[in-house]
């Protein structure tokens, strides 16, 4: 149990595009899901918490113009990179809390996407 | 404020010798939560253990064995006999309670190679 997926896995795109990844709880609902970032041989930085109906919580520093989130359902997060540049470049890994509904529930995490922007 | 130091950036090691990930935390809170997650070479982190702060029992699962002293503020993960496929980067978070919305607050992560 507790398994999320991310789609795509890997996204080549042009700078000035936008790409979406999504982030999905297979088998349970997550009410919140984060979204983090990670450069090589770094660890993760979150951007982002993400709540069901509900606006994201972004943390400092991270443009939410550039980031767009949406949550729209307990299984289903999306993040936006609008008008992606090579500096948007990274591995982006998206989790969800797990399902005893507290805040400190174990986060499960996706298999990460890497952007690659060219 | 809260913190977590993961002392050791990289740690080699040959097949079947013991090794310790060392994990110490900083936090304000009495109600904490402790995480340890591996990252193996594909990316995705691999939940690994979840502790609370009011259990301070060592926690043994297989080859993997989790050190919890309050008293140091530490969670040292040690593997057993390590094997090849343990080769990854470990992470240990940690959760506050009542503070931060249940954010991990992650250390730098300790990168295990082990050599066969």
């Known amino acids: 149990g507790a398994v999320v997926s991310q789609h795509p896995s890997r996204v080549i795109c042009k700078s000035g595009t936008s790409v979406k990844i999504e982030c999905r709880s297979l088998d349970f609902q997550a009410t919140t899901m984060f979204w983090y970032r990670q450069f090589p041989k770094q660890s993760l930085m979150l951007m982002a918490t993400s709540n069901e109906g509900s606006k994201a919580t972004y943390e400092q520093g991270v443009e939410k113009d550039k980031f767009l989130i949406n949550h729209a359902s307990l299984t289903l997060s999306t993040l936006t990179v609008t008008s992606a540049h090579p500096e948007d470049s990274s591995f982006y890994i998206c989790s969800a809390r797990g399902r005893e509904g507290h805040s400190t529930d174990t986060q499960y995490f996706g298999p990460g996407t890497r952007l690659t922007v060219l | 404020a809260q913190k977590v130091t993961q002392a050791q950036t990289e740690i080699s090691v040959v097949e079947k010798e013991d090794v310790t990930l060392d994990c110490v935390y900083e936090?304000?809170?009495?109600?904490?939560?402790l995480f340890w997650y591996k990252q193996p070479p594909s990316g995705e982190l691999v939940f690994l253990i979840r502790?609370?702060?009011?259990?301070?029992q060592n926690e043994i699962s297989g080859r993997y064995s989790w050190n919890f002293q309050k008293s140091t503020s530490s969670f040292n993960f040690t593997i057993t006999a390590s094997q090849v496929v343990d080769s990854a980067v470990y992470f240990c978070a940690l959760s506050e309670a009542y503070n931060q919305g249940g954010k991990l607050i992650f250390g730098q992560g300790t990168e295990l190679s082990v050599k066969p």
């Open positions: 502790r609370n702060s009011f259990d301070e």
């Open positions: 936090t304000r809170d009495t109600t904490y939560y």
